[in-house]
Each structure stands twice: as C-alpha cells, then as structure tokens.
Nanobody, 117 residues
C-alpha cells in the first residue's frame, strides 16, 4: 500500500512563494507523477505532471509560475516529488495533493495552500 505524505503548505501573500514536498513510501522510478489541487466547492484538478523522463506539463493558469520536479533514483526506497510555486495568486488557494498520473493510489491528506493578503 503506497502512502503519500504532502507538506510545505501555508498562508502566503499574493506574489509569494512556497515549495511543496511529497514523500512516497516506495520507489517512483518508472512512474509518472503529478500534483493536483482541490479548491473549496470545486473538483480536483491536475496542476503539474512529470514523466519518468522528467518531461513536464502544466495547467495553463500556472505555467511560468510553478515548477514540478522529482527524485529519480532507481534504488530509492522512498520517492519524492516537489512543486515550487512562485508568484502565487489568490486563485491558487486549494488543498494540494500528489499522486501518480493518472491517479490510482489512495490520496494522502494533502497540504493546504492559502494565498491571501
């Protein structure tokens, strides 16, 4: 059973930055990974995706502001995925989750990101 633990969220002013981390209780070598988010009253959406070869794709609204990265060591017993978020906007407020892509693992608890002045 893969476990996902997200961290790094918080309250930040518009224009600020946060770096989210996700620890996976198993190797992610050979697995496409992604960050997702869910804002209040909205469906969960895919924010950023990173392939096994470290190619990336982003939601249009975060392009140029967010950067996804990953640990890609084959023999790691734990995997990690990161999301650097810069120039944050109030509309980025949401609970952020990581998962494989397409998502098939049980969701973690997520980490709350609140962008507000």
């Amino acid at each position: 059973q893969v476990q996902l633990v997200e961290s790094g969220g918080g309250l930040v002013q518009p224009g600020g930055s946060l770096r989210l981390s996700c620890t996976i209780s198993g190797t992610i070598f050979g697995i496409n990974m992604a960050w997702y988010r869910q804002a209040p009253g909205k469906q969960r959406e895919l924010v950023a995706r990173i392939t096994t070869g470290s190619s990336t794709n982003y939601l249009d609204s975060v392009k140029g502001r967010f950067t996804i990265s990953r640990d890609n060591v084959k023999d790691n017993v734990k995997g990690a995925v990161y999301l650097q978020m810069d120039s944050l906007k109030p509309e980025d407020t949401a609970v952020y989750y990581c998962n494989n892509c397409p998502s098939s693992w049980s969701w973690g608890q997520g980490t709350q990101v609140t962008v507000s002045s």
